[in-house]
C-alpha cells in the first residue's frame, strides 16, 4: 500500500510522486515521445498506487503526455510554472495557465507551483497576485512555489499568499531544507515536496563502490555530478554509501530506499519526487518498498553520522539557480535564462549620472528616487516594505526586512551593482525592542559583507512599517 499525504482540502497525493522531468532529456535532440504510448507508461505507475506525477512547462511534452492518459480515476497532476525573468504582466500569466489547462485538458490545475530566478525583481510578486486571481476564478486549486528559501516563504505567507507546498532539492547529500524551511512547515501550514532523493540516481548501489564516472549520461547526472563534487568529492559520496548499506542490510533493502526513506521521514516533508523515464525503465517494486519499513533512531545517527562528513551545499534552497556555484546541469544558467532585465525603471539625470525608479507611490509623491547613481557611487533611499502601493511582510520583522534588503539589491542590480557592493546602512526602527529579529535578517544577508552600519530607533511614517532602511554601494571602477 503506497502512503498517501492531503496537502490542501480537497488534494490528496501519494507519498511517493513520479516526475517527469526526463522526458525533456528524452526529447532533448528533438524528438517528441508519442502521447499515446507515453501516457500508456504511466498506467503501471497508476495501477501501483503512485497515482501523483509532477511536471513543468519546460519539460519537454509532459503536460501533453498526462493530459492524454484517459483512464479513470485521472492521475493528480501538479505542474509548475517557470517564466524568463522580468517583467510579468496580467496577460502572460493568464497565457500560461491557459497553456497548461490545454496540454493537461483539465478545467482546472490541482497544484500551480511557481519559480522565481531571483529576489531582488518584485516581478515575481505581481505574478504571484494574477495566479491568486486566478485562484479565485476557479482556475488554479492551489499554489506552490518551487526552490524558495525560507526567509522568502515566510515572506509569502506572511504577505498573505496561499501557498501550501515549497518543492526544493533534499537528500543525504543537500541539507539546506534544514536551515529554516523544515522548521517553517511546523510554524505554518506548509509542506515540502523534496526532489533530488536520488541525486540523479548516485545515492543507490549502483555506485557503491564504484570508480568516478568519466562520462555522463544525462542531465541528471550532469547536474548532481555538481553537487557530489562541492560536497567534497567521489571518497566522501562513498562513505554515505556505505553507511546506507549498512542501514539497508538492517532492513533487507536498497540504498535507494534507505536514501528516499531518509528524507520522506523529515519534519514537513510531505512527499519526495522519483523521476521516471517513461517507457525505457520502472522502479515501481522498488518504489513501494519504501512503504514497507522505518527507519530507527539508530539507523538515522549513523546516517547523519555520514553526512557530517560532507562539505554543507553552498546557500540556501533554490541558490543553485541565483548564484555561483550554479549547481545545474551546465554549471550556469544558460540553458534556463535568456538574461536578467533591469529590476527598477532607471533613467538618466539631468544633473548627471542615473536615477531608479521602483514606483511606490511614495516616490512620485515626495519627489525623491528609489537610488541615485553618480560615476561608482550610489546613494539608495530610505527603504520600506512597500511594492507599489502594497505591504510585503506583513506585520513580521524579518520579512519586512528582507524584502526591504531585496528592494536594495533590485536597485544596485539596475544600475549594475550588486548587493556585496554595499558599503554602508542605516537601519531606522518604529520599536528598539524590535532589534533582534531585524538584526538577524540584516545579518542573514551582509554577515559576508560587513558593511558600515548605524542602528536607531526612529519610527517611519506610516503605522504598518516597522523598519526603514537605507544604503550606500562603491562599485568596482571596472
Known amino acids: 500500500m503506497v502512503d498517501r499525504y492531503q496537502l490542501a482540502p480537497g488534494l490528496e497525493v501519494s507519498r511517493v510522486i513520479t516526475g517527469l522531468w526526463q522526458v525533456a532529456d528524452l526529447e532533448r535532440e528533438g524528438s517528441t515521445l508519442d502521447p499515446a504510448q ?80 531571483n529576489y531582488w525583481d518584485p516581478s515575481y510578486l505581481d505574478g504571484l497576485a494574477v495566479l491568486q486571481q486566478l485562484c479565485d476564478e476557479g482556475l488554479i486549486r492551489h499554489l506552490g512555489m518551487t526552490n524558495t528559501d525560507a526567509a522568502h516563504m515566510r515572506m509569502l505567507l506572511h504577505t ?55 562520462a555522463l549520461e544525462t ?34 533493502v536498497s540504498i535507494a530506499n534507505v536514501a528516499c526513506r531518509y528524507v520522506l521521514e523529515q519534519p514537513g516533508v510531505a512527499a519526495i519526487i522519483i523521476g521516471a523515464r517513461l517507457g525505457h525503465s520502472e522502479h515501481i517494486a522498488a518504489t513501494r518498498r519504501l512503504f514497507e519499513f522505518e527507519l530507527s533512531e539508530d539507523d538515522h ?51 548627471g549620472g542615473e536615477q531608479v525608479l521602483s514606483g511606490t507611490i511614495w516616490e512620485d509623491l515626495a ?44 536597485a544596485l542590480q539596475s544600475v549594475g551593482g550588486r548587493l556585496a557592493d554595499v558599503v554602508r546602512t542605516r537601519v531606522y526602527l518604529r520599536n528598539g525592542d524590535d532589534w533582534e529579529p531585524i538584526s538577524r535578517a540584516h545579518g542573514a544577508r551582509f554577515g ?18 516597522l523598519v526603514e532602511i537605507d544604503a550606500e554601494a562603491l562599485l568596482p571602477e571596472n
Not at 568529492?233 to 548499506?245: E, F, I, M, N, P
Not at 559576508?448 to 512599517?465: C, K, M, R
Open 448 to 465: 559576508a559583507i560587513q558593511p558600515a552600519n548605524t542602528l536607531v530607533q526612529a519610527p517611519p511614517i506610516g503605522d504598518e512599517y
Open 301 to 351: 545517527a549513523e546516517l547523519e553520522e555520514a553526512i557530517a562528513t560532507l562539505d554543507p551545499i553552498p546557500g540556501d534552497s533554490g541558490d543553485e539557480y541565483r548564484r555561483e556555484p550554479f549547481l545545474t546541469a551546465s554549471g550556469d544558467l544558460s540553458h534556463h535564462v535568456t538574461g536578467f532585465p533591469p529590476a527598477y525603471e532607471v533613467r538618466p539625470r539631468p544633473a
Open 219 to 252: 542531465w541528471s547526472q550532469m547536474k548532481y555530478k555538481r553537487f557530489v563534487d562541492v560536497a567534497g568529492g567521489w571518497s566522501r559520496l562513498q562513505t554515505v554509501l556505505r553507511a546506507s548499506r549498512r542501514v539497508a542490510d538492517r532492513h533487507d
Open 367 to 410: 519627489g525623491f528616487s528609489r537610488a541615485v547613481r553618480r560615476g561608482n557611487r550610489v546613494w539608495i533611499s530610505g527603504t520600506t516594505a512597500t511594492h507599489g502601493d502594497r505591504l510585503i511582510g506583513g506585520n513580521d520583522l524579518a520579512s519586512q526586512t528582507h524584502f526591504i534588503i531585496d528592494k536594495i539589491e533590485g
Open 38 to 117: 507515453a501516457a500508456d507508461a504511466m498506467r503501471p505507475y497508476v495501477e501501483a498506487g503512485l497515482t501523483t506525477f509532477d511536471m513543468a512547462d519546460h519539460y519537454g511534452s509532459s503536460e501533453v503526455i498526462v493530459g492524454a492518459y484517459d483512464a479513470t480515476p485521472a492521475p493528480e497532476a501538479l505542474t509548475k510554472w517557470v517564466p524568463e525573468p522580468g517583467a510579468l504582466e496580467p496577460a502572460t500569466v493568464r497565457a500560461a495557465v491557459q497553456l497548461a489547462l490545454e496540454r493537461l485538458q483539465r478545467d482546472s490545475l490541482e497544484l500551480m507551483q511557481f519559480h522565481s530566478w
Open 160 to 214: 498573505g499568499v496561499p501557498v501550501v507546498t515549497n518543492q526544493v532539492c533534499f537528500s543525504l547529500l543537500d541539507q539546506r531544507p534544514k536551515q529554516g524551511l523544515t522548521q517553517l512547515c511546523e510554524e505554518h501550514d506548509l509542506s515540502l515536496l523534496g526532489y533530488g532523493t536520488l541525486a540523479g540516481g548516485f545515492l543507490t548501489d549502483r555506485w557503491l563502490d564504484a570508480p568516478e564516472p568519466e
